[in-house]
């Protein structure tokens, strides 16, 4: 079976097709063939499993994905590759969308597909651009997937994965709290990409939570007040929430008092369960 992913296929490909690699979208595509297997058994992926794949370049990972799962659902932005994945894999179960993923309603399209999976996951070396508003985006907008099988920088996977309350704890770190249990699975060495990256990479998984402490109604409100509460770091919560959902200012800082929080707190001091108790005292005042 011909591998896609091999170093010397990929510059094959790009040579033949005079490929021009685009900066801007994030390509770097990954050549090896033992990584990618190790990608996808960690995604431990049955016969019955949807995998959504952001991202699938030349398909190096797709292929894999494919060997194992019922359908893949993958979403490339990259025009000139489109032409070159639905010939690739022509009688595969593949549905690709040409569309920036972050423009897409995910559970919609795999409603489209009309099928039914016993799991659904997303496997994905990501655009490392846009790393934090695809997590974000599939952390605060999706239902039906069950988990993220992820490569990113190095640097942002450690983040991603370790504990709240360091100097990078910020509203992403609270959204993968809320909705996932986070696990850094191993390191990836920049020197397994074309083009080569200046970084090292890192794959993560995050399964997302069955139980959520929320209901699903008040879940828009915790995230929009997660972002909002985070927008200016300097700034204390109170500052940063004034105006928020057209609550009036004195409510907001009622509120927080009777959290026990002093009216000069920071979001970063804030924990989960802070939050939780904000969005729903807010909510019950309003
Ligand atoms: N999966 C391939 C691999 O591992 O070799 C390619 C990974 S490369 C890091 C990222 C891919 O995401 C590229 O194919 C790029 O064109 C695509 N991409 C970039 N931004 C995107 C977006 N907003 N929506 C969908 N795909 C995007």
């Known amino acids: 079976m011909s591998k896609i992913g091999r170093a010397s296929r990929i510059s094959e490909i790009i040579k033949d097709k005079s490929f021009y690699i685009k900066k801007k979208y994030g390509q770097n595509f990954l050549v090896d063939q033992n990584i990618l297997e190790k990608i996808v058994s960690s995604a431990e992926i049955t016969e019955n499993t949807l995998v959504v794949e952001i991202g699938p370049g030349f398909g190096s990972l797709t292929e894999h994905l494919l060997d194992r799962a019922k359908h893949v659902l993958a979403y490339e932005i990259d025009e000139e590759l489109i032409e070159f994945l639905s010939e690739t894999f022509e009688s595969d179960p593949l549905t690709i969308i040409h569309d920036d993923v972050l423009n897409r309603d995910i559970d919609k399209d795999i409603e489209q597909l009309d099928t039914a999976f016993d799991q659904i996951i997303l496997v994905a070396n990501l655009p490392y651009y846009i790393t934090t508003p695809v997590i974000m985006k599939v952390l605060e907008q999706t239902t039906s997937v069950e988990r ?54 890192a794959i993560i998984s995050l399964t997302m939570k069955e139980n959520r402490a929320l209901p699903e109604d008040r879940e828009e409100f915790f995230f929009r007040l997660i972002k909002a509460s985070f927008k200016q770091r300097r700034k204390t919560l109170y500052n940063n929430l004034k105006g928020f959902d057209d609550i009036d200012k004195e409510t907001i800082k009622d509120v927080i008092e009777s959290l026990g929080l002093k009216p000069t707190v920071r979001a970063e001091a804030l924990d989960i369960e802070d939050f939780i108790a904000l969005t729903n005292t807010l909510i019950d005042n309003q």
Do not use: C, G, W
């Open 148 to 201: 993220l099988i992820v490569m990113m920088q190095h640097e942002v996977a450690m983040r991603m994965t370790s504990d709240p309350k360091t100097k990078d704890y910020n509203s992403l770190s609270i959204a993968i709290q809320y909705r996932a249990k986070a696990e850094y699975l191993f390191k990836v060495p920049r020197t397994v990409f074309i083009p080569k990256p200046n970084v090292d990479s």
